[in-house]
């Protein structure tokens, strides 16, 4: 059983499109992250939930809008994709405390290429 | 600036000989340390972390570190590298502030040979 899965593994769109990534965890955990990786695999956080509110956001461009549906989903959705997008979007998950801790189960990861 | 430091971005060794991957902070208090591992084509996964007490925290695939705080350092140590450590390293805090995110260092990517 995988206990952080994304999906898709690998995007690859055009410059203008509108995509999503979906994350589920099935930890039990209440706190989901949205991390970004760039081509020099240095990787920044973008968004954290915990319970299905908001508790980090990033300065991060508002054409990236995450939503979780429930404390056990959190998927980001990106308007008008630029080229500069292209990175691989982790997804994560911790119990709150992990935001302390910095205990954090990370997905596979999902690959997205603008082109 | 408060930031993360790994010096090295790619690391050779032959395999069986040892290894350390070098971090630095710079935090007005003593941050909650960690190193993850990144296997290519996978998410990160923990390999150990250092809140407080012992100074020298053991972690899972043999892997260990030394928190030096004189050095503001937190070095990942491993005495006989195998081939499938050939994996990015990441070094990454908790800032003693907490309620703010883990902040990485840029990692530090490690080759072994035969």
């Known amino acids: 059983d995988t206990a952080v899965s994304q999906t898709p593994k690998y995007l690859v769109t055009q410059m203008g499109n509108d995509k999503s990534i979906k994350c589920e965890q099935n930890?039990?955990?209440?706190?989901m992250y949205w991390y970004k990786q760039d081509s020099k695999k240095f990787l920044k956080i973008m968004f954290s939930y915990n319970n299905k509110e908001l508790i980090i956001n990033e300065t991060v461009p508002n054409r990236f809008s995450p939503k979780s549906p429930d404390k056990a989903h959190l998927n980001l959705h990106i308007n008008s994709l630029e080229l500069g997008d292209s990175a691989v979007y982790f997804c994560a998950s911790s119990h709150l405390a992990g935001l302390n801790t910095g205990e954090l189960f990370f997905g596979e990861g999902s690959r997205l290429t603008v082109l | 600036a408060q930031s993360v430091t790994q010096p090295d971005i790619h690391i050779t060794v032959s395999e069986g000989a040892s290894l350390e991957l070098r971090c630095n902070y710079s935090?007005?208090?003593?941050?909650?340390l960690f190193w993850y591992v990144q296997s290519p084509g996978q998410g990160l996964q923990l390999l150990l972390k250092?809140?407080?007490?012992?100074?020298l925290v053991q972690g899972i695939k043999g892997f260990e570190a030394e928190f030096k705080r004189s050095q503001s350092s937190f070095n990942l140590r491993k005495p006989s590298v195998h081939w499938s450590d050939a994996a990015e390293y990441f070094c990454a805090v908790v800032p003693y502030s907490g309620n703010t995110p883990l902040v990485f260092g840029k990692g530090t990517r490690l080759s072994v040979i035969a």
């Open positions: 250092y809140f407080s007490g012992d100074t």
């Open positions: 930890l039990g955990h209440d706190t």
């Open positions: 935090y007005g208090a003593t941050p909650y």
